[in-house]
């Protein structure tokens, strides 16, 4: 139990120093809003404009036709629909997303700290840009920013969950908090300890005076271990197995399977939420996670243009799914830099193990 308040102590103590990515990419997102917000709603009006106006020169111009021939009524059709197809053109060059003015825009409080998020994380789905001179210089000064603040946020998450699952990892799945099992390995220990000490004797005689007090100095450490183990109480016993936790390594193929699993869930999530194929929403969530981003496929995009659903029911899904994207994205990269930072462990255990094996094979032994 005190291992348990021992470990909760210390990540409720680090977990208020990592709060600030959070608060980061909420400004971020604010800040890129009130930037751009009015922006796009205008490239939105000015695409609604445009639609009446080529309505109602069509018609005035059918109108003034006289006499009214085929051939010249295609012409002027062909010339008026040329004309808006290049206002179309510019429009989505100036950020339009191809949805009414009536439906959720980008630049939500959900879909900026999307935007935020991907900036700073290096993804960059390339689905929501800055088109304002301001938007573009702030992006750039966020960017220096945040990115050198995330992979920090990375490394100190991923090192606190690292050790919160060894602790767990090692008193569930290894039994460790059994009292059996805790008193076998500090039995264990123990002994280890007197074969180390009776091998020092087996080297060879004193016959020097330095010699002599290395061996004056072993006794004693003997008669000082002897007596520490007989006076050894529970507490101490606790602190040793919570120290003992923290040297246990997770195999690579549970770190494997955990990564696996968490894009499993995310691919299950994402099939049912943006009406995805199985393989895709996996194919997403690992190249969002990998930080790749090729934006192919973003979350939102098959909400936008369904004119059949109601426009509340839109805004909400809308910001929902956005949220959720974020959650996931902030989520599962910290367990992918938890994953990492325990395989790293393993691989250097591993690799320590097998350069003791070889020295004790080729050996000197002279």
């Keep these: 139990m005190q291992g348990i308040l021992q470990v909760a102590d210390r990540v409720s103590l680090q977990q208020r120093r990592y709060y600030r990515p959070g608060g980061y990419t909420m400004g971020g997102a604010l800040m890129f809003r009130a930037l751009e917000k009015d922006y796009h709603l205008q490239v939105k009006t000015d695409v609604s404009n445009a639609e009446k106006a080529i309505v109602v020169e069509i018609w005035n111009q059918t109108l003034s036709m006289n006499p009214f021939t085929e051939e010249e009524y295609r012409k002027m059709l062909e010339t008026e629909l040329m004309k808006f197809q290049k206002s179309i053109v510019l429009s989505v060059r100036r950020g339009y997303d191809g949805s009414k003015l009536s439906y959720s825009e980008q630049w939500s409080i959900a879909g900026a700290f999307l935007y935020s998020l991907t900036v700073i994380t290096t993804i960059g789905y390339g689905n929501i840009t800055p088109h304002t001179m301001g938007g573009q210089i702030m992006t750039i000064f966020y960017a220096i920013i945040g990115m050198p603040l995330f992979l920090l946020y990375l490394s100190n998450i991923g090192d606190i969950m690292a050790k919160s699952f060894k602790w767990i990892y090692a008193n569930v799945c290894l039994c460790r908090w059994c009292p059996g099992v805790a008193s076998r390995r500090a039995e264990r220990k123990r002994r280890a300890d007197r074969m180390i000490y009776y091998s020092y004797e087996e080297e060879g005689s004193c016959s020097t005076d330095q010699d002599m007090q290395m061996e004056d100095a072993k006794s004693q450490r003997a008669v ?43 691919g299950f999530l994402f099939c049912k939420w943006e009406d995805w194929k199985f393989l895709e929403a996996a194919y997403f969530c690992f190249i969002s996670l990998s930080t790749i981003g090729f934006g192919d496929l973003v979350p939102g995009d098959k909400i936008i243009g369904h004119s059949d659903v109601d426009e509340v029911l839109v805004d909400e899904v809308f910001e929902l799914r956005f949220v959720f994207c974020a959650a996931y994205l902030m989520l599962g990269m910290a367990l992918i830099a938890m994953c990492f930072n325990l395989m790293q462990e393993e691989v250097i255990h591993k690799i320590r193990t097998a350069v003791r094996t070889f020295k004790y094979i080729f050996r000197c032994n002279r």
Aim: hydrophobic fraction near 30%.
């Design 224 to 266: 000082s271990r002897e007596q520490s183990e007989t006076t050894e109480t529970e507490d101490d016993e606790e602190s040793e197995t919570s120290s003992d936790v923290q040297s246990v390594t997770v195999p690579i193929t549970v770190c494997l399977m955990i990564m696996v699993g968490y894009i499993c869930f995310g």
